[in-house]
């Protein structure tokens, strides 16, 4: 049978501001109503029964994907959660034994979260190739025709004249990520594709590469006591199934080429790939004008955001956040968010757009002493059942009616009315009605992290 992992782990640092690291870009709703992972989710599962679609992340976004998905049908034994981050190899060897316990011909097919597919009908076709390869004990990798000059991506140079199946072709050697003038040589040469990371085998042949090439890696896989298993994975080398296993086995390994409209929303030089583009190449997102601005993609989240005299920039404008490099740069913007952490500055980690399974809030002002927050409550949702033990907070409702719980009492508050929670008593708050609820919320007391929050009762199961 057919399976599918979905590599959801990931904290799309490349995508700073939109993506932060408690809000990746994967489970953003960067293009219509569905996010990056919903759009991967639902676009699987016209090919595989969503019984048999696994997704693979780690204890930080399990619940927003649980709920996420929760409407597509993806059992939540299916959402598989590593005990720690140790990158592809270890997270696709988790799926490939779990696959090869209940069944041994088992065909595992391997995607991350977030990437854009324009053209599904092609997309399928490829994988059909795909599958028939991994039946005959071969591993199948795709391949996209090179767009650009990219330094951030793996190539793969092919022997076209070894053509095994259609479009599929052997592999002569990989070239991880090249300086710029390499890349530049290399896309020009018709041999020439990007590592798509998207792989399909058995899984036990996987399992029988893992324990050749990472046999430290097979030897846990194969830990039945589950304290043993979680302490022997910690102490797991971090590695790509790219570096661990695919490299070193190219006697059945086959590129399979993929022309399906594909792009990988790696960092902010791709996403305009997405975008339509006005008469000067300029990819534009949100309330924009543009003058005398070319080659340029500008990101407008909330407010008006204009560009003079640009050429071949990035702009990112989110509520908290302003991000301006050239295109060429993109890749290292993993750099700013680096800075950031070591700064302990809070941008690396939230917006102050924060989005919820029950709405979403807004930061209007913090200091050591208090922090104001403008929160939405969508219609029928309500928050969890909570207390907290270091702060106190007063909510205003400026719209709608709000049914708020504070101890055993329960009060029903209304636009231009407020109430107070005391520090320490269990509250909730619920939108009963069919309109939006909103209210400012004033939090005062000796410490105003998001973090202090005991929850006794949450309609999402967060813990």
Excluded at 186 to 213: E, T
């Amino acid at each position: 049978m057919k399976y599918a992992a979905i590599l959801a782990g990931g904290k799309g640092i490349r995508f700073w501001p939109l993506s932060r690291e408690e809000e990746p870009k994967q489970l953003l709703k960067i293009f219509g109503n569905y996010s990056l992972l919903q759009h991967t989710f639902k676009r699987i599962a016209k090919i595989i029964d969503k019984e048999r679609i696994f997704i693979i992340t780690n204890k930080d976004y399990a619940n927003a994907i649980k709920y996420q998905l929760k409407e597509f049908g993806c059992c939540d034994g299916n959402i598989i959660v590593e005990v720690s981050p140790k990158n592809t190899a270890a997270s696709i060897g988790l799926i490939a034994k779990m696959i090869e316990a209940k069944d041994s011909e088992g065909i595992l097919s391997v995607f991350p979260a977030d990437h854009f597919i324009k053209e599904e009908k092609k997309f399928f076709r490829a994988l059909a190739a795909g599958f028939s390869l991994a039946q005959k004990d071969h591993m199948a990798i795709f391949g996209i025709k090179p767009l650009r000059a990219e330094s951030g991506y793996g190539y793969i140079q092919v022997s076209r004249n070894a053509v095994k199946e259609k479009y599929a072709f052997k592999v002569n050697r990989f070239i991880e990520k090249p300086n710029k003038a390499l890349a530049a040589k290399l896309i020009k040469r018709k041999d020439i594709y990007w590592n798509g990371g998207i792989f399909i085998w058995k899984a036990s042949l996987l399992l029988r590469q893992i324990q050749r090439f990472m046999p430290a890696l097979h030897a846990v896989l194969n830990e039945t006591d589950k304290k043993r298993f979680e302490q022997r994975w910690n102490k797991l080398q971090s590695i790509s199934i790219d570096y661990g296993v695919v490299e070193k086995c190219q006697r059945n390994l086959f590129v399979i080429e993929l022309a399906c409209g594909w792009t990988d929303l790696g960092n902010w030089s791709t996403i305009d790939f997405v975008l339509s583009r006005d008469k000067d190449n300029n990819a534009v997102e949100g309330d924009v004008l543009t003058i005398d601005t070319k080659n340029t993609t500008v990101w407008s989240s909330h407010h008006l955001t204009v560009t003079l005299g640009l050429r071949d920039m990035v702009v990112a404008d989110t509520p908290d956040a302003l991000l301006v490099c050239p295109k060429e740069r993109a890749q290292e913007v993993s750099q700013v968010v680096n800075l950031l952490r070591e700064k302990k500055r809070f941008e690396y980690m939230t917006p102050r757009l924060v989005n919820r399974p029950w709405g979403r809030y807004f930061v209007l002002n913090e200091t050591e002493k208090y922090k104001t927050k403008w929160v939405e409550v969508f219609e029928g949702k309500r928050l969890s059942l909570q207390l907290h033990k270091r702060r106190a907070e007063h909510w205003i409702v400026v719209e709608g009616t709000a049914k708020v719980t504070i101890g055993n009492a329960i009060h029903y508050v209304k636009s231009n009315q407020s109430i107070y929670v005391p520090r320490g008593k269990k509250h909730r708050i619920e939108n009963e009605k069919k309109e939006r609820l909103v209210f400012i919320e004033v939090q005062t007391g000796a410490y105003l992290g998001e973090d202090d929050i005991e929850r006794f009762h949450d309609d999402y199961e967060r813990a």
